[in-house]
């Protein structure tokens, strides 16, 4: 992320983003909207000749991301100070996707699918022939077109509806009399708009948009109408009640059940009970859902249609002083795709555009203040006027989620989210931000104290500072004090060996062996992608060699089609057949934007490029490592969504390791190892500036809080007057009068983090915690092994199955969180 403004995610797991689909999990039955090589890599194969696919069906063939920018926010929390990370995630990671990932059951002979516990007849040609529904382990994503998505969905939900309204009338107080009714058809309606949600964010297109907006009321109906079925939840109420058949459950599904309860409370079951206005209440409450699907998908294509719109054409190279010569390559290109110029990066023209890959590395480096001052005001203007206005959107989504609460008997939105978090209550995150804040507060003005001195003396440069100075000065002092430059590091940071280093910590901690599976067996197994240099990758268990998980990765920006920012996402999820006993094995999309490799030579990576890639990872662990059987709850879903982090920010730790470091960190020329001095830069960066980046993102949370608990639509505040309200207790370096950054706050209005950003760095003091454990096993390497297993085994096994309270007291040994892990991480406070 950037100076004083913004900075980009994660992923959030729940990461995780989705466009255009907003869906009502039939398991957790709560609204979600979640969600994230290259030719030169050096791929470790698998072990012999023979791919195993687990549970895999033959499918019938058809025939035939970044540093946040102002105004960009943050979709996960930055760890080495600004510019903060790019993350699981950027604004696109945020879009309305769903939680809500997994497989197609097993299409047999007959044209009929089983279910676990249920099967039906799917006799519409659509399930044979159309991509989006025929297939099971590995969509076929190279048959995948636009025109395919309506007719699945359209086959797919009446088919769905016409037999959950025929299950529903004999529904029993069972496991297998609910759950065993549903999943099958949660699975199938979850493994389209998967792939859907997916193929939206990375092979973006006008007809794929528009598609994608003409299933979105048919998700959002068929997912009303299952989690507000009055037979449904009267079962699973009984099936609490009756201590014989409710002992007889094992704790994962009590807690499946319990959460399936309460989500259907929050869908609205309620209104369809007998009583006063119940009936007017259920109409209102469902137009509210459908209305807020459409507006966060509104949101999300206004702001990525103004952030492709702008471009800033320049033809004088003394106007870019200070660009590092990646940045002028990657901008001539960007001015040659814009029909400017033949991308010539020493004539020009060069276009600087707002994508993140352009956009931060050129507000850190460019050294034209008035230049700055122009990209950056673009940035925080945007999708703020005409058409493209995401201001009445927000007020409109602000003004329906008040509404939605009240009609759920909550005093606020906030209150209605938090009731389903870990943190259970407003006044707790509140209260955890205010304590961060506090902590930091006394250090971000030292920073930014230091910073001005720094940037008078040392600089010649105007004070007091602007937002489009910070991002700038930050960076010069980091190069004096550090002496390097983040372009002369990423000089010893080739992609292929960063990749290498990532699967052998993975190896080395939890016990598991990565490899990236040849082009031909891909080809033998029929395996496609959308995109050439998208890779596929097997996890086995280094001890058995047993098949755990697969996932594509997804490494590069491609602006034209693709969303920035990174994440993680559920392509499909583990489950077991109560039946057969088959495993069907996870599988996971990585994706993330760095920039792609120029002129033949391999793609370095820019130390948040390694971070993020780290933290993606890290959700991808969660998923794919789960052992949790229940599709329900295993992997990331179900888990809380401000716990779900701390998987993924628990693995950048290992990225400023030294044993790590030294071993990714060699020349891409000449493979000589990257020198002390600039690893001794890398590991303090982490804490350079901390004060500044953690008081950003308080901002951020304490803003989105406010905004779903206080905030009255149509009052005497606009929510501009609110963020600059509330500025003036977390910015320490004033914005603009004309900033609108919220209009560019995905996180909150595109994406699944309203009244929920405060979870990042709610998680970050549990993964913090996490890593602490590490630490005090010291330089023991068997004890670092004994946690890390301890930790595959619990964190990463456990999945949303079990209460995250449980999960921690099992893996720490205690209750609570050490709040001081993070703020000593930080070097907030000094080390003992």
Known sequence: MTAEAVTVHRSPFHGFPRKGIRFFSLTFFSPTTTTRCCAHSHPRQPQGSELVFPQESPRQQPQQQQEPSPGQPLLRSPVSGPP??????????????????????????????????????????EFTTNPILNWHTFPNFAAIKAEHVVPAIEVLTKQIEATFQERSKRMTPTWEGTMGLTQDLEDDLERASGVISHFSRVKDSPEFRKAVEAIQPMIVAISLKMGQSLELYDALVKMVDNKETWNSLDKE????????????????????????????????????????????????????????????????????????????????????????????????????????????????????????????????????????????????????????????????????????????????ASDVLERLYKATLPAAKKELAELTEFAQQQLGHPTPLRPWDTGFVEEEYRKDRFKYSADQISEYLPYPRVMDTLFEVARD??????????????????LTTWNKDVKIYQIKDDASKKVLAYFYGDFYSRSEEKLSGAWMDICVTRMKDPISGDVRVPVAYLVCNQPPPLSGAESLMKFQDVTTLFHEFGHGLQHMLTTVDYPQASGIKGVEWDFVEVASQFMENFAYEDKWLSRMAKHHKTSEPMPSEMKETVKKSKQCLAGLAMLRQLHFAMLDLELHTQYKPKGAESVFDVDRRMGEKTRLVASIPEDRFLCGFSHIFGGGYAAGYYSYKFSELYSADAYAAFEEQGSSVDGRKRIGRKYRDTVLAYGGATDPKEVWREFRGRDGVEVDALLRHSGLIASP
């Open 509 to 526: 901690s939890f016990g598991i062996d990565v490899s990236e599976m040849s082009v031909a067996d891909q080809n033998k197994a029929g």
């Open 84 to 125: 903060t990370q790019l993350q699981r995630h950027s604004e696109a990671v945020l879009v309305v996707l769903t939680r809500i990932r997994r497989a197609l059951a097993t299409i047999a002979d007959n044209v009929t699918i089983k279910g676990a516990s249920a099967s039906y007849p799917k006799t519409n040609p």
């Open 253 to 428: 599904q009590q807690r499946i059940v319990e959460k399936s309860i309460q989500g259907m409370k929050l869908s609205g079951v309620a209104f369809g009970l007998v009583g006063e206005g119940n009936a007017e209440k259920q109409k209102r409450f469902n137009e509210i859902q459908g209305k807020l699907a459409q507006l966060s998908l509104k949101f999300s294509n206004n702001l990525q249609d103004e952030t492709k719109a702008f471009a800033k054409i320049v033809t004088d190279r003394t106007e870019l002083e200070g660009c590092p010569e990646s940045l002028m390559k990657a901008m001539a290109k960007n001015a040659q795709s814009r029909g400017h110029g033949d991308g010539n990066a020493e004539t020009g023209p060069w276009a600087v555009t707002l994508d993140s890959p352009t956009y931060v590395p050129f507000i850190m480096n460019c050294k034209n203040r008035d230049l700055r001052e122009t990209m950056y005001r673009a940035i925080v203007t945007r999708a703020s006027k005409g058409e493209k206005d995401n201001e009445p959107v927000i007020d409109e989504i602000l003004s329906l989620r008040q509404e939605e609460a009240g009609l759920l008997g909550f005093s606020s939105y906030g209150a209605l989210s938090l009731s389903k978090k870990m943190a259970s209550d407003v006044g707790t």
